[in-house]
């Protein structure tokens, strides 16, 4: 770790290949939220940039498309090679930006699993074929869309670069990736490697800045055919608005959480403590998925938060993220730290603060940084905002329930549909439930973060627009378009 912690981080867009200053040198400064020192000046990419990104990958797309997916995956396979070959270095630097611990960082290498199986999938995009209408041979043709943006949220971005760079690339379409304001150093060393891997230019850009700038000119952009989010809703929305005012480009949104876990007086109370604990605790709360309402059996009640609360005593280790024994590290910056302390007096205001953020110091848990201590309210009314806003922080609210039929209710009474969990031995039970949850993923004796390599993630009502995986993305980056050839009755003679 140590030579590599010493690299001064690029701060540029990339465009075209080349690196470069933003127009009339802007830069925004990014602070680390543990030192609350400054730790680089980032480009800003202008509005000029923006089109300038979308240009370059608008020339490089008849060539890269016109590349067997054979020859698209060379360049890829040889991206996942580097990747993993900056693993250390790329833990760093989010730990230095957006505050996440680098023990326990598993994105460098989820994200060069995606490109490999990405690098090699594209043959399997194809179309159909029929003669079921009389006289004709008709078939279908999947094709590239042709410029994709990619914006992408500070929470695990590594990640999120690749899971939706990959398969865009792979299907044949030219990209435009949009960092975090929060976290774009990582993008900013994908950029370089992406450089080394020697990628035709154009065929990836790579842009920092804020949302309201070059995002949104992205979401605006004519040239722009499909837009790929993770993130917000409100921003989802406001990307919606823009593709709806300026081309109707296709949008794939993979939006917030506000997921509901039950526990049974059945289960394993143990491990549905600890894995609920962890749920909320990991990346310090910032996570999606999180299972911010637990709602647990009345009569394990008791027994269930004080294991769940001894389990967060034992294991969280706060402090400096780029500590290899520090599990828990600050809150990404300022706006969020802010936003979560304004949840924990909410939470305070209408349910009951069983452990953590009491006092300044017991959010802080005495440290400098924006840091906040595991959070645990208990007894808070439905209709309260902390149990149907995303707080999107270690926070988490557990009530108690007494039917099945109650609890159901309880956890889809929510606009957000990404995750939900169920601890029971009952059988029936769990796939009762498994049907009933309005959410894209169902865990049984499992909680978030716990995903499948091949099956589809995304999620149902608020909670994001279309599914991604394995099995889906390469088909959400290609159009299709139907070929009737009429062959008519003439004969050999
Ligand atoms: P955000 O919506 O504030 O920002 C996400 C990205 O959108 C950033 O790159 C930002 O610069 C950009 N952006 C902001 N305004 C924009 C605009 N007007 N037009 C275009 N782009 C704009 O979200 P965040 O704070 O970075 O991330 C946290 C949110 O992301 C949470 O709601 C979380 O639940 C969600 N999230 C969802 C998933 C999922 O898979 N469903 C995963 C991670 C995070």
Redesign the pocket.
Known sequence: MAPEAAVIPETRLFINGEFREASYGATFPLKSPTTLEITAQVSEASTQDTNDAVAAAKAAFPAWSALSPHDRGEYMTELARLILEHEAELAHLEAVSMGRPVSGYWDAKAAARKLQYFASCAWNGQGQTSLHTPGFVNMTLRQPFGVVAV??????PVY?FINKMAPAIAAGNTVVV?????APLTSAKLAQLIQRANFPPGVINVLS????IS??T??HHMDVRLLT????????R??QQ?AASSNLKNVIF????KSPTVVFPDAELESAAKETAYSIQWNSG????ANSRVYVHASVAGRFLALFKAHLRDSVRMGDPTDPNVNHGPQADEV?FRNVKRYIDMGKRDGELVLGGGEEDEVLGGHKGYFVMPTVFTNTPEDAQIMKE?V?GPVVNINTFETEAEVIQKMNASEFG?YAAIYTQDLSRAMRFATSMEAGTVGVNCTSPTGAFDLP???YKA??VGREGIHHSLDNYLETKTVLVKVGQTSIV
């Open positions: 914006i992408i949220p500070w929470n695990v999120f949009k960092s975090s304001e929060k800045g804020h949302g309201h995002g949104s992205l979401a989010f993770t993130g917000s809703g409100r921003t989802g406001l990307i823009a993979e939006l917030g959480g910032q996570v999606c998925m969020q995303e999107f990404l993630f995304g999620g909670s994001g």
